[in-house]
């Protein structure tokens, strides 16, 4: 079993949909959170990070950690064309620098 | 800045060929990760370096694989010799201590091993 699992999609959603992507994980020494955006044959950009268990919001992205679940969450809302690319969660432990990522969920925002 | 600079930006080459990959990092950060990225693994962490020395190489995934960082801007990443399963998009990447959430990613190497 890996230790973070994400459904790979793809996902197609109209416009203006609220998307909401997942990752479970088995490591509860993990504590910090990250999504990256990875457009196509660029590499990932960070998009938001959390730290421990609650709700981060910017904009129209909110990620979510519940540790007790060991499942994370983001949310798009009023999703938009742009939007479109893989995402990709990311977590590592306290104190330690490695980073390890799902394989990323790819996502398609239709007009 | 420029940001992370990833070098060449393809490259292909026949089975047993040497293959250098090289990376630049963002000037001032003390980090810097090489990944390998494929349809089937995802996103990989191979090694890191902390002030120019290797802390964790336990993903490289054998002998052949080999990274070096002679200095604080520049590393390569060596695969001697080369074989078809390692063909893969190759990320540099780099951070600092005060912003090790982020890590900035260079724009890939995109390797295929005929």
């Known amino acids: 079993q890996k230790e973070v699992e994400q459904d790979p999609g793809p996902l197609s959603v109209p416009e203006g949909a609220i998307v909401s992507l997942n990752c479970t994980y088995s490591?509860?020494?993990?504590?910090?959170f990250m999504w990256y955006r990875q457009y196509s044959r660029k590499g990932p950009e960070l998009l938001m990070y959390t730290y421990s268990s609650g709700n981060k919001e910017d904009g129209r992205f909110t990620a979510q950690v519940d540790k007790s679940s060991k499942y994370i969450s983001l949310f798009i809302r009023d999703s938009q064309p742009s939007d479109s690319a893989t995402y990709l969660c990311?977590?590592?432990?306290?104190?330690?620098?490695?980073?390890?990522f799902g394989t990323g969920t790819k996502l398609q925002v239709i007009p | 800045d420029a940001g992370v600079i990833q070098s060449p930006r393809h490259e292909v080459t026949e089975m047993g060929q040497e293959v250098t990959l090289r990376c630049k990092p963002i000037?001032?950060?003390?980090?810097l990760f090489w990944y390998r990225q494929t349809m089937m693994r995802g996103l990989e962490l191979l090694i890191y370096f902390n002030n120019n020395v290797p802390i964790d190489d336990s993903g490289m995934p054998e002998d052949r694989f080999s990274a070096k960082m002679p200095n604080a801007s520049f590393s390569t990443l060596k695969i001697q010799p080369s074989e078809p399963r390692d063909s893969a998009v190759y990320f540099c990447?780099?951070?600092?201590?005060?912003?090790?959430?982020?890590?900035?990613f260079g724009p890939g190497t995109r390797l295929l091993v005929l």
């Open positions: 490591n509860s020494a993990f504590q910090y």
């Open positions: 990311a977590m590592r432990s306290g104190g330690y620098q490695k980073v390890t």
């Open positions: 990447a780099s951070s600092d201590r005060d912003t090790q959430e982020t890590q900035y």
């Open positions: 000037s001032g950060h003390d980090y």
